[in-house]
């Protein structure tokens, strides 16, 4: 018999027995070929980095802003912001851009084709699992909201750019003509670009705000220069890498991280065409007078939801009320702020199962979260100047969120909502302070009577921003009296009415404004980036019996 060899020892499998540098490389393996970080990488011994790009180069700058993890306070992202004096080149490339754009109807159409063909091969590469994962992680990383939350927002985008692709681009610019008086005349109105223009957006859509009004400019052949909140401009960053690789011209856009002073400088300086600014009311209003008028704004929203008469499907209303309130940690600009509860809800339940539903959002899966505009202790305060209106109550919440690390320039509070008197609001030393915006979890909650709805209406009609709304009612007559009466730009209505979601298919902007923005939708693009131009053919021929008439 042969001789017996010991059995060899058996290995163990995992982790332990493996590098842990094989394990990087793994995740790297995952990561896409696009990509200069990997989400999962980026923490405050690894720190990333965020580039600039003019001219068709990245480039950095002599100033670095670290931006801290909003869930641990560890510096875990250093940003190259541009100084006054480095915007030379940004100022530059704007002006090598001519009024009429890089392309218009009657000049280079083939790229109108080109922007086509890259939104295909984009919706292509963000529709990957893998890519599509990679930016869900990447905007959690930076503006921290459940991961169902940031992969809905890269799903919207990825569809919009599937809205344009093949000939869609070409059809935004559709002209029409009208018949001249005589022979020869023809009148011809044009979609037209301005030229060189300017994109600033802010940090609680990282991707979904920036990348489709980039793109709405790019397809109607203007040249953007564009700045996002430097607390999440990565998440655009790595955005601009992969439309280069799907043939995005390198010139097309600049992308800037700067602070407010300097990119208001450059804008004095560049004087782009036209500025889309969507943000703060505070900032919005100081950026239209110092562009006298040259801009369009997607500012603050201080959003409502009418519950009416017609009590139903409370399960089903509660659940959307508490979405709309609290999703995101309540920091959209579509978020419920304020809900007119018919008094026929009262026995309905309502509120307990909203209360109910807060209790279950957790800083662990990110369902509740960091506030990065708001401090805990200005909306504790907020709450407190609202108690101090007689009969109001804290309904749910109204407490700091325990047990986290989140640093203090942030805020952390349990979802709240405060119960304030429908009179009580109106009076005029009550109502500018509870129609304030808080750009987080927080909502005012009041109660009318059948006989109060025209007091439910003065108040929508008194308050400043109009961008969403919500009609809660399946009774046509009472949908008819509010939607008739009120002015919101994007409203919906029914018993699954909401305030919240900004898809691709539908628009999504405010209204009552001519500098409003919309975002998303073909009428939005063409309102926003690009302005009516007629040109009035008249080739003849001359009456054979013209002769020079008498002066007129």
């Known amino acids: 018999e042969p001789p017996r060899f010991p059995a060899a020892p058996r290995r163990r499998r995992g982790p332990p027995t493996i590098p842990r540098r094989f394990w990087a490389m793994r995740r790297w393996l995952h990561t896409p070929a696009f990509a200069t970080v990997s989400p999962e990488e980026i923490s405050g011994s690894s720190p990333a980095e965020v580039q600039n790009f003019v001219q068709g180069k990245w480039i950095k700058s002599a100033n670095w802003n670290w931006i801290v993890d909003p869930l641990n306070g560890e510096k875990f992202i250093k940003v190259a912001e541009v100084q006054g004096s480095e915007i030379k080149p940004f100022v530059e490339s704007l002006s090598k851009c001519p009024k009429h754009g890089l392309h218009n109807p009657l000049r280079a159409p083939e790229r109108y084709l080109m922007y086509g063909d890259i939104s295909t091969k984009a919706a292509h590469m963000l529709g990957q699992p893998e890519v599509l994962d990679f930016f869900a992680k990447l905007v959690q990383r930076v503006s921290p909201k459940s991961y169902q939350q940031a992969l809905l927002e890269v799903q919207v985008s990825q569809k919009f750019l599937e809205n344009f692709c093949g000939d869609q681009v070409r059809f935004l610019a559709r002209s029409f003509a009208v018949p001249g008086n005589h022979v020869g005349q023809m009148s011809n109105g044009y979609r037209w670009p301005f030229g060189p223009v300017a994109i600033i957006t802010p940090f609680n859509f990282p991707l979904e705000i920036p990348l489709l009004q980039l793109m709405g400019a790019l397809y109607m052949g203007n040249k953007p220069v564009l700045k996002v909140d430097s607390k999440v401009s990565i998440v655009m960053e790595q955005m601009i890498r992969l439309l280069h690789e799907c043939g995005l011209p390198a010139e097309d856009v600049d992308f800037i991280n700067s602070d407010g002073i300097t990119m208001n400088k450059l804008l004095l300086e560049a004087n782009p065409k036209m500025t889309l600014f969507t943000g703060s009311s505070r ?233 409003g923005a919309g975002i998303g939708t073909p009428e939005a693009i063409k309102l926003v980036w690009s302005c009516h131009r007629e040109i009035i053919y008249d080739i003849g021929p001359l009456p054979k019996k013209w002769a020079l008439p008498a002066a007129t």
């Open 283 to 515: 900032v919005a209003e100081k950026l239209a007078a110092d562009l006298q008028g040259r801009i369009k704004l997607e500012d603050a929203g201080f959003d409502w939801k009418i519950l009416g008469p017609d009590v139903q499907e409370v399960d089903y209303i509660s659940w959307v009320c508490d979405q709309d309130a609290y999703a995101c940690s309540g920091q959209k600009c579509s978020a419920q702020s304020m809900l007119f509860m018919h008094k026929n809800w009262s026995s309905s339940g309502l509120l307990e199962k909203m209360k109910k539903l807060s209790e279950r959002r957790k800083l662990e899966d990110l369902t509740i979260g960091p506030v990065l505009t708001v401090t805990t202790a200005t909306m504790i305060e907020h709450m407190n100047n609202l108690l101090k209106i007689p009969g109001s109550k804290v309904l749910f919440g109204g407490e700091p969120l325990g047990n986290h690390s989140i640093p203090e320039i942030y805020g952390a509070i349990k979802p709240t909502a405060v119960f304030v008197p429908l009179v009580e609001i109106l009076k005029s030393d009550n109502f500018e302070l509870v129609t304030k915006e808080i750009f987080g979890p927080f909502q005012v909650v009041t109660e009318y009577s059948e006989d109060q709805l025209e007091l439910v209406l003065e108040a929508c009609e008194r308050m400043n921003a109009h961008l969403t709304a919500a009609v809660v009612s399946n009774d046509k007559l009472f949908l008819q009296e509010v939607l008739g009466r009120s002015v919101n730009g994007t409203t919906y209505a029914g018993i699954r009415a909401r305030t919240t979601g900004a898809p691709q298919n539908h628009w999504f902007g405010p209204a009552g404004d001519p500098r």
